[in-house]
């Protein structure tokens, strides 16, 4: 194991300062954009689960990666081939194949609000493939803000815990999970930060004070993702860290900075951990308060060791750099401590009641057993390797056997799961992303995306050196940056396999830009272009970029556009649940029928206008727009309950309340509420009770309420909304 370092007089010395800090200028005003808009995103988009939040958030990265695109069409000068020109297409190809999936979609409105988050993420990406090709000298400023944004999310979910009275004075968890409302958001937030600490630490130029914060920064990366209890961030890191160890060569460095803030972030997770009123859930407020402010300056405390480790570092290493004989042996040492670290867990798991392969064996059958309970919500669930992930991924897996090719339609997997589940649970992720896109997308799908990541791949290993041909290439200081950023995206990508936190705005954005990067850089050590054009006399002389720059506008608008149809129309819903509250029915009726035009695909403005319909005596208007909802989304067991409640307390037809209750009985066999519907509606119709069992569901031509054919089998999940 080696640093590379270059070797050093002692003369060097004199010049080390400590305390330089760098000079306003575009890089350090760049850093302060990129990290702003990160950290914006994370606290205003939050889990990425309210359509208010996450629509906002999208128009916003909507227009601002049109702007994006288009002023990089105007200004850049041209160079070379377009990197990365063939994984943004196939990113295209995804999305537009979500989009068109709201054709056959079972929550079709549902597939609208999934294709808009996909096309966002696509325009993102766009923008940060535009956004290296004007400005590739830049790098360091997408490390900076990544960092910045990521200690910003994570000190600020450490704050609710420090001063809970303040921040978050009615949490029940103990679990981190501000500001997303997700703590494994938060662990991975913390995860995908701590590359590009160690490559501020680790570097051998820039301003030794910023190498000495990274220190603390790391421990507090560190100290959240461990009191937000991730496993799943836990992964991610440890493979993003082994990536960034085994091709970066700055180990030694970086093996400083990662043990410094292990070790000041050990002693603060250990005390955290002994304390109960940081460690349960449900614990009164004036408790966490004062076990918070104590939490608070132990992290004052360590902040500052590791600052002073940090600058101590600094100047042993400029005072007296390591020989290469040092750095091998210093290598040797740790890569031993390093392989001692399994050789000990297997000797302590052999002092187990189960012994060694017995414990082994165990923790697999624990982690793919779909009956599992869910693990502890305590410290202890890191150590734990149940997870009830197994039962969601077997539920994908059953939905994807069903409808193999095309899925049930973005976003669908919430509403199909409900045919399959065997338990109460109110889930709407498979927590993975391969098993979910199986599950909505289908093969189809699954191919459009591994197809592009391995288009991205192959840009991102021309960037960073890693193919064949680029072995013996040197190390600069770009190189360094840019397999910095593709450990951030790796780190992104485990946690995608295991959770659903593609869906968090806020982690999405971060893997998407350092993606986008990679992506478009091109070979390392390629020439950058020139000035920039920032004439309009030149943008005139060649008039495909006024074309392209147009076009990038247009598109961003209109895709803009679709994406807050849904959100007017919920606007609109609610305000006419405002105007039945105050008896104004014929104005609920009104935004009722403005919610629906705006989104003819959503379930709420014909609810609250087949509650208007009915305050206003017209029952057949009403019973039409109940129909209006099983034709849309004839899956959905919710729009069933609905028209069986109307039959049944409306028109008073106990038989076709209960033809319609055994169909949302098919499509959600374990809600109590329709079993128990289901069994009383039941004895009124035929004296008795019967045995529960799933009914069979109508297909989508079906009339609503009707049976379904005499002799026919039951049928599987509706492939299509109708």
Not at 258 to 272: F, M
Not at 523 to 544: D, F, I, N, S
Request: proline fraction near 6%; include cysteine.
């Amino acid at each position: 194991m080696s640093s590379h370092a270059a070797a050093r007089s002692p003369g060097t010395t004199l010049a080390y300062r400590p305390f330089a800090v760098p000079r306003p200028g575009a890089d350090l005003a760049l850093t302060a954009g990129i990290a702003g808009v990160l950290a914006v995103v994370a606290f205003a988009a939050q889990g990425g689960l309210l359509l208010g939040r996450t629509t906002k958030v999208e128009l916003a990265l909507l227009v601002g990666s049109g702007v994006t695109v288009a002023a990089s069409a105007l200004a850049t000068p041209q160079r070379g081939r377009w990197h990365g020109a063939t994984a943004a297409g196939l990113f295209l190809a995804l999305g537009l194949f979500t989009v068109a999936s709201v054709a056959w979609a079972v929550a079709p409105d549902g597939a609208w609000v999934e294709s808009s988050r996909t096309l966002t993420y696509v325009a993102v990406f766009a923008a940060a493939l535009a956004f290296v090709r004007a400005v590739p000298q830049r790098w360091p400023a997408v490390l900076y803000g990544v960092a910045l944004a990521g200690l910003v999310v994570a000190g600020y979910a450490l704050a609710t815990k420090v001063l809970p009275g303040q921040l978050n004075p009615d949490e029940l968890y103990a679990r981190l999970r501000s500001p997303y409302g997700y703590w494994n958001a938060v662990g991975l937030t913390a995860a995908m930060a701590v590359p590009p600490f160690l490559w501020l630490g680790a570097r051998r130029g820039g301003p030794p004070v910023l190498g000495a914060l990274a220190y603390p920064a790391v421990g507090l990366l560190l100290v959240t993702l461990m009191l937000s209890y991730s496993r799943g961030g836990l992964l991610a890191l440890a493979l993003g860290c082994a990536l960034w160890f085994a091709v970066v060569p700055l180990r030694l460095r970086g093996a400083a900075v990662l043990g410094g803030g292990a070790l000041g972030a050990a002693l603060v997770i250990l005390w955290a951990f002994s304390q109960d009123a940081l460690t349960e859930d449900r614990i009164p407020l004036d408790v966490r308060s004062s076990a918070g402010h104590q939490l608070g300056l132990l992290l004052l405390a360590m902040v500052l060791g590791l600052s002073a480790l940090g600058l101590l570092a600094g100047f042993l290493a400029a005072a007296r750099p390591l020989e290469a004989r040092e750095r091998r042996r210093a290598g040797i040492a740790i890569l031993c401590a390093l392989a001692l670290l399994p050789v000990g867990l297997a000797i302590g798991l052999t002092q187990t009641q189960r012994g060694l392969f017995g414990t082994i064996g165990h923790d697999v059958s624990q982690l793919v057993d779909p009956k599992v309970a869910g693990v502890t919500n305590s410290p202890s669930r890191l150590t734990q390797s149940g997870s009830v992930r197994a039962r969601y991924w077997k539920e994908a897996l059953q939905i994807f056997g069903d409808h193999p090719a095309l899925g049930v339609g973005a976003g669908g997997y919430g509403t199909a799961r409900l045919r399959y589940r065997r338990d109460s649970l109110d889930v709407q992720h498979a927590h993975g992303y391969v098993v979910q896109t199986l599950a909505d997308l289908g093969i189809a799908g699954l191919v459009l995306s591994l197809l592009a990541l391995g288009a991205w791949w192959v840009s991102a290993a021309r960037a960073t050196g890693l193919r064949r041909r680029d072995r013996g290439q040197p190390f600069t200081p770009e190189r360094i940056g840019l397999l910095t950023l593709l450990a951030v995206v790796v780190i992104f990508g485990v946690s995608s396999f295991v959770d659903w936190t593609w869906f968090v705005p806020g982690n999405a954005l971060v893997a998407l830009l350092c993606a986008g990067w990679l992506a478009g850089r091109g070979a390392p050590g390629e020439a950058v272009p020139g000035r920039l054009l920032l004439r309009p006399r030149a943008w005139l002389a060649e008039r495909w970029r006024v074309a392209v720059a147009a076009a990038a506008l247009i598109a961003a608008l209109a895709v803009a556009w679709a994406a807050w149809q849904p959100l007017r129309s919920l606007n609109a819903s609610n305000d006419g649940l405002a105007a039945l509250e105050g008896n104004d029915v014929a104005a609920a009726k009104a935004d009722a029928v403005t919610a629906h035009n705006r989104d003819p695909l959503a379930l709420d403005p014909l609810t609250v206008l087949a509650i208007s319909e009915s305050r206003m005596g017209n029952t057949r208007a009403a019973l039409a727009a109940l129909e209006q909802e099983v034709r849309l989304q004839p899956a959905s067991s919710e729009v069933w309950l609905r028209l069986a409640d109307f039959e049944l307390n409306r028109l008073k037809r106990p038989k076709e309340a209960l033809r319609a209750l055994a169909a949302a009985l098919y499509l959600d066999p374990r809600d109590p509420v329709t079993v128990s519907a289901y069994l009383e509606v039941s004895r009124r119709v035929t004296g008795t009770t019967p045995a529960v069992a799933p009914a069979a569901a109508p297909q989508p031509g079906q009339q609503p309420g009707a049976p379904a054919q005499p002799g026919q089998p039951a049928p599987q999940q509706p492939k299509s909304a109708g």
